[in-house]
Nanobody, 132 residues
Framework: QLQLVESGGGSVQPGGSLRLSCAASGFSLARYAIGWFRQAPGKEREGVSCASSVGGPTVYLNTVKGRFAISRDDAKNTMYLQMDNLEPEDTAVYYC?????????????????????????WGQGTLVTVSS
């Protein structure tokens, strides 16, 4: 079974940092594009950052550029989202998701913001709250 388990969420003050982890089991991340998404109260899910497994350009939501960094450690079968200089607007439930390269997603941009993308697995979500 394909499974993603998230951790690392919590409450932090503006300007603080968090590192989200997403551990995969039942499959190898090596051949999967990875992405982080979030859903704030009353808003639709939005792509935060996505990265191809084959070295294509990594993409970031404009509002998190320079503050967030997506990464992967295939040896640990884990993906991460480092979040620095957090802002109240970053408050949301964050989800990790993966797309098999076999699904032929064209690039990371398509994964994050394209239509009709088939995800192979989603994390359970972890809440990030940024407030004073």
């Amino acid at each position: 079974q394909l499974q993603l388990v998230e951790s690392g969420g919590g409450s932090v003050q503006p300007g603080g940092s968090l590192r989200l982890s997403c551990a995969a089991s039942g499959f190898s991340l090596a051949r999967y594009a990875i992405g982080w998404f979030r859903q704030a109260p009353g808003k639709e899910r939005e792509g935060v950052s996505c990265a191809s497994s084959v070295g294509g350009p990594t993409v970031y939501l404009n509002t998190v550029k320079g503050r967030f960094a997506i990464s992967r450690d295939d040896a640990k079968n884990t993906m991460y989202l480092q979040m620095d200089n957090l802002e109240p607007e970053d408050t949301a439930v964050y989800y990790c998701g993966v797309v098999s390269e076999m699904n032929r997603v064209q690039n990371a941009r398509q994964m994050c913001w394209g239509a009709d993308v088939t995800f192979n697995a989603w994390g359970q979500g972890t809440l990030v709250t940024v407030s004073s």
